[in-house]
Each structure stands twice: as structure tokens, then as C-alpha cells.
């Protein structure tokens, strides 16, 4: 509980309140991009360190900065995250790629927008290690395998698709720590506001009065008119659209991942109360 403290006030100091980290790399499967709000970027530097990483930092070469009415850009094409790895093995990463940074412009220039897009990376392993375990061909194969993907660790990986169910989740999250609710009425409070708009008619816009000519009329003639037009302009209620209510499988299956998420994050026995720090 300490630790997630000290990384939110960690993010608290350096970033905004609405602010949002980008990745984006390339896996074996394809191009990858997670995008993570405030709530969750403590957990992401927490997870780098959980992976086994020891250090952290970053080496900007010939950045270029840009000012605006309310920002400042920081765009480095030659930015390298570098890791000191102490676990599985003593293994430093180089990875390469461009850091965009956007800043509020005022007197604690916290970060908007962090943008890290990955191009290559590097895994180096002191020859001193490689002489000492020389003589046995396994640990040598063993050191010769990648400890990371792209540069980042399977904790991180895994914690970034679990991002991609955990940002639509972040109204039931909210909820939950105002209101003090269980996830199901939660899920069921959100659903019903979101059918509410779902269902409710759009606002007529306004029109404009305009002046028109009496047109001189016997009074037959216009009784007929005013009956006719009388009911003509009746229309039949509005009913309700059965396809615009929310199926009771979106339901099951919104609430199937938020226990999922709650199961992840801190196991299936654990009280939400104790964690409140992290549901936003």
C-alpha cells in the first residue's frame, strides 16, 4: 500500500490531472498502441519495477522545444530509455525511439501528454558474467535469450492489455468510490443513464416567428380546414425502441470484466475498500 502511495504522489507531482501516456511499438503480431489516463499511469512505472528493473532514466539528444498559448513541446527523435535489469540476469536495455512531451505552461509545468513511440532496442550482457559461467553451455543459451520485448518487461506488457478493459471501466470505477456501491449496481446505474440519453428525443431546435397575410375565408370553408388540419397534425405516441435498450449479454459481459479486473489486480478475496487509492 506504501508503494502505490508513493507512485501516485510520484504522478501527482509530475503529471496532470487529465493527462495521458501513449506506447507504441511493434510486436511479433503487429503494430501496438495502449493509451493510459491519470488513474493509471502510477501503475505503469510501478510495473517496470516489479519486472525486475533496478534503474530507470532517460537520455535526450538534440531535442527541440516549442512554445504555445498554453504549452510547451518537447519532441526528441534520439531518446533512449535506459533499464538496469537485476532480474532473471544483470542485463542492461537500451531502447531507442522518439519522446514527445507535452507541458502546461505555467508555474509547475507538469506533463499533458506523454507520447513514447519504439523503434529498436538493445540487451546487453557484461562479458564478465559471460566469463564466469563460460563452462556451462546451458546458462550460456539461458543468457543468450531476450528478457524483454520491445524493451519492456512481461509485467508491463500485460499490465497494457489490461489497460484496454480497464479505460471504458473508468465511470464504474468512479462511481464505485463516491457512491460506495457494489460493482453489479454500479454497472446497473451506469447502464440505465447511458439507455436514458440512449432513448430520450433530441431537442427541436428553435424556430423563427414569421408574419403572414390573413387570407379572407368563409367560415364553411374553414371549419372544414381547422378539422382537417386538426387531424392531420394528431400523431401517434412515440414508442419505445426495443433495439435501442442494452441487452442483458452486454450487461453479464461488462460485469464478467469488471470481477476479471478485480481479480487481476488484487485476487478474488480481497476487500475494494482497502484498495480504494486505486479505483478512481
Given at each position: 500500500d506504501s508503494d502505490n502511495l508513493w507512485w501516485d504522489a510520484f504522478t501527482t507531482e509530475f503529471f496532470e490531472d487529465d493527462a495521458t501516456l501513449t506506447l507504441s511499438f511493434c510486436l511479433e503480431d503487429g503494430p501496438k498502441r495502449y493509451t493510459i489516463g491519470r488513474t493509471l499511469i502510477p501503475r505503469y512505472f510501478s510495473t517496470v519495477f516489479e519486472g525486475g528493473v533496478t534503474d530507470l532514466y532517460y537520455i535526450l539528444k538534440h531535442s527541440k522545444e516549442s512554445y504555445h498559448n498554453s504549452s510547451i513541446t518537447v519532441d526528441c527523435d534520439q531518446c533512449t530509455m535506459?533499464?538496469?535489469?537485476?532480474?532473471?540476469?544483470?542485463?542492461?536495455?537500451?531502447?531507442?525511439?522518439?519522446?514527445?512531451?507535452?507541458?502546461?505552461?505555467?508555474?509547475?509545468?507538469?506533463?499533458?501528454?506523454?507520447?513514447?513511440?519504439?523503434?529498436?532496442?538493445?540487451?546487453?550482457?557484461?562479458?564478465?558474467?559471460?566469463?564466469?559461467?563460460?563452462?556451462?553451455?546451458?546458462v550460456l543459451e539461458q543468457l543468450s535469450k531476450n528478457i524483454t520485448r520491445m524493451g519492456l518487461t512481461n509485467f508491463t506488457l500485460n499490465y497494457l492489455r489490461l489497460c484496454v478493459i480497464l479505460e471504458p471501466m473508468q465511470e464504474l470505477m468512479s462511481r464505485h468510490k463516491t457512491y460506495n456501491l457494489s460493482p453489479r449496481d454500479c454497472l446497473k446505474t451506469c447502464l440505465f443513464q447511458k439507455w436514458q440519453r440512449m432513448?430520450?428525443?433530441?431537442?427541436?431546435?428553435?424556430?423563427?416567428?414569421?408574419?403572414?397575410?390573413?387570407?379572407?375565408?368563409?367560415?364553411?370553408?374553414?371549419?372544414?380546414?381547422?378539422?382537417?388540419?386538426?387531424?392531420s397534425k394528431k400523431k401517434?405516441?412515440?414508442?419505445?425502441?426495443?433495439?435501442?435498450?442494452?441487452?442483458?449479454?452486454?450487461?453479464?459481459?461488462?460485469?464478467?470484466?469488471y470481477n476479471l479486473y478485480v481479480t487481476l489486480c488484487w485476487g478474488p478475496k480481497q476487500n475494494l475498500s482497502r484498495h480504494s487509492e486505486w479505483i478512481v
Open positions: 535506459v533499464t538496469q535489469h537485476g532480474k532473471p540476469m544483470f542485463t542492461k536495455v537500451c531502447t531507442e525511439g522518439r519522446l514527445i512531451l507535452e507541458f502546461t505552461f505555467d508555474d509547475l509545468m507538469r506533463i499533458k501528454t506523454w507520447h513514447f513511440t519504439i523503434r529498436q532496442y538493445r540487451e546487453l550482457v557484461p562479458r564478465s558474467i559471460l566469463a564466469m559461467h563460460a563452462p556451462d553451455p546451458q432513448v430520450a428525443p433530441p431537442a427541436e431546435p428553435t424556430r423563427q416567428t414569421t408574419t403572414k397575410r390573413r387570407k379572407r375565408k368563409n367560415s364553411t370553408s374553414s371549419t372544414g380546414n381547422n378539422t382537417n388540419s386538426t387531424y401517434p405516441a412515440a414508442s419505445l425502441n426495443v433495439s435501442s435498450q442494452v441487452p442483458v449479454s452486454v450487461v453479464r459481459l461488462m460485469l464478467v470484466l
